[in-house]
């Protein structure tokens, strides 16, 4: 499970997040299809009625559900507070899954996520509840944990009326617990307060309900006190649900709508879409239409996720369900996108749809030149489970043939490299993350831009602006000195300061996105003991000074190596890069020049020394006008090879020196 320091590396350079719907044809693991074995189709439709619920408590029973016996929430909670562990918990009690089937945390089915204990890809289950001898549905959808995907969290959120905000008594309310519960009450969700881990010695549930209250102004005097590894207080979890979260309204008899906050590729059925009902019914056959995408399919499945894809005939509003089409992209299923009929079309859309806009970028290029091929390959594979992946080709003079690939965030961009590097085999030099850069021309014009290279000139651009972000740190009050000097430094103008407790603090700070793509999340982390937690959101652009570096190895410029930087941070960021590569180039027969230059200004420069051989070794004794002559010769022959000569620079020296502009930059 993921602790702080695997969370510093994974945000690395948070550094870092996407969308679980990275999954690929070859292994694609869904609560439906983890417990059935990949790809094995659904179980077919049970014949007699609509709105059936087979509970999997051993032998299967049909169950009609009215729609004000449904349930529809989402967990919400800060990384590691214990959502999965929940979630689990609540399948197993509900003998949604049985303990023999059950695989630790059910719904974090990705081995990525698995391995490291974060959630990435929002899931949903459907689950058989008794109270007070009825029964009721109760659908869960996951949501991811991490700030790269909050907009999934927002449409996870819409699809439901309700939410358990699941805090950790030993910790108390962070800084994605507070981001989330905004979310949700945006949403206008019921929220129902949770604090997991009481069976920890160090865990004080009572101070942590009175920080809640005190931050998010929630009620808790009902809040329950549970232990989801334990298995306490999950019954009363599952009764607090049915009782204070509203039922779903009725409303199936309007033109369909339905919001997607899922899909994911299954290589033998296309794209699976998962849905939330909000009006009409949408039925097995029925020619539907994908409101912003404008694509229009028919639906040769419809089923509900128990958690194992179960096909059903109709699913009404207020139902959490999936289908399948024929899709061939995500892209044409986006989540956030309205579904509705082809022929009664609903007049307006659901709210809230967002294309999602990489915020990030990198270069990817294959160490082996061979692999390009499969890398592109890789690419469109993961894409077509990712619509948040952008890519293109790109050529560098240093390392070939490759990709300049677009994120929403550092989680995002390491989770895809991972992928890539995992189930496809493949070994990758990534160029430093950067931001898309927004050039205004003299002409008038506007560029985007997120790679050095392609800046337009110094005489034809008037400004450039760059992407700002918010950022929120909670921090016990020991740390805010070293948490508002690392925001100083990072360019951060101060917005708010504010106590939240007695002991801990909220900090505001506005500062570019360029900044937190180094290892601001690190730092976070380091200077706060992994006390500290962060949230941030885009902003928008500002106009800043900055300015492209370049690196001139023997008077060449290296393309690969510029940067946009702030102007005050050229000269430390330019000699940190010259010596980095003095250390790693090595000697050549000539001395070489390494410089740091912004345009043709020299900024930062090193050198490194030609290597010597002793032309006089063969001259023992003898005159010294024969000692210079050869001398002479000497210095002619690097002269011209300096001229001729071309250094190359190996590729450990690339990758080394792009890990330091990370650090630097
Ligand atoms: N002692 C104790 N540990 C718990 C409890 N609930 C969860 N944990 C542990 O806390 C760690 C994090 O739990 P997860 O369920 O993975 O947390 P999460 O919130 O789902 O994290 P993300 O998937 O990253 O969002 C795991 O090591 C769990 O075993 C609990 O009630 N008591």
Known sequence: ???????????????????????????????????????????????????????????????????????NFSIIAHIDH?????????????????SREMKAQFLDNMDLERERGITIKLQAARMRFMYNNEAYCLNLIDTPGHVDFSYEVSRSLAACEGALLVVDASQGVEAQTLANVYLALENNLEIIPV????????????????????????????????????????????????????????????????????????????????????DGTIRKGD??????????????????????????????????????????????????????????????????YKEATPMVFCGLFPVDADQFTELRDALEKLQLNDAALKFEPETSSAMGFGFRCGFLG??????????????????????????????????GDTVECSNPSLLPEPGSRRSIEEPYVKIEMLTPKDYIGALMELAQDRRGEFKELKFITEIRASIIYELPLAEMVGDFFDQLKSRSKGYASMEYSFIGY????????????????????????????AYAVGRALTQKLKELIPRQMFKVPIQACIGSKVIASEAISAIRKDVLAKCYGGDITRKKKLLRKQAEGKKRMKAIGRVDVPQEAFMAVLKLEKEVL
Do not use: W
């Open 542 to 569: 500002k106009e800043s000074d900055l300015i492209k570096l370049d690196i001139q190895i023997n008077g060449d410029p290296v393309e690969p190596l510029s940067t946009i930087v702030h102007k005050d941070k």
């Open 195 to 278: 604090l997991n881990k009481i069976d920890l010695p160090g865990a004080d549930p009572e101070r942590v309900s009175r920080e809640i209250e005190e931050v998010v102004g929630l009620d808790c005097s009902d809040a329950i006190y549970c232990s989801a590894k334990e298995g306490i207080g999950i019954n009363e979890i599952l009764s607090a649900i049915v009782q204070k979260i509203p039922p779903p309204q009725d409303t199936a008899e309007r033109p369909l709508r339905a919001l997607i906050f899922d899909s994911y590729y299954d290589a033998y059925r296309g794209v699976i879409v998962y849905f939330r009902v909000i």
């Open 287 to 352: 020619r539907i239409m994908f409101m912003a995408s404008k694509k229009d399919y028919y639906a040769d499945e419809v089923g509900v996720l128990s958690p194992n894809q179960l096909q059903v005939n109709q699913l009404n509003a207020g139902e959490v369900g999936y289908l399948s089409a024929s899709i061939r992209s995500v892209a044409d299923a986006r989540v956030g996108d309205t579904i509705t009929h082809y022929s009664r079309k609903a007049e307006e859309s659901l709210p809230g």
């Open 1 to 71: 499970m993921a602790g702080a320091a695997d969370l510093c590396r994974l945000n690395l350079v948070l550094s870092s997040n996407t969308p679980n719907r990275l999954l690929t044809a070859a292994n694609f693991t869904r609560p439906g299809s983890l417990a059935a074995g990949a790809g094995v189709q659904p179980k077919s439709a049970p014949s007699d009625t609509d709105l059936e619920f087979v509970a999997r408590a051993g032998k299967d029973r049909l169950l009609k559900v009215p729609s004000s016996n449904i349930r």
């Open 82 to 98: 214990g959502k999965s562990t929940l979630a689990d918990k609540l399948l197993q009690m509900t003998g949604t899954v049985e």
């Open 410 to 443: 550092l989680l995002h961009m390491e989770i895809v490299q991972e992928r890539l590097e995992r189930e496809y085999n493949l070994s990758l030099i990534t160029t430093a993350p950067s931001v898309v850069y927004r050039v205004n021309c003299v002409n």
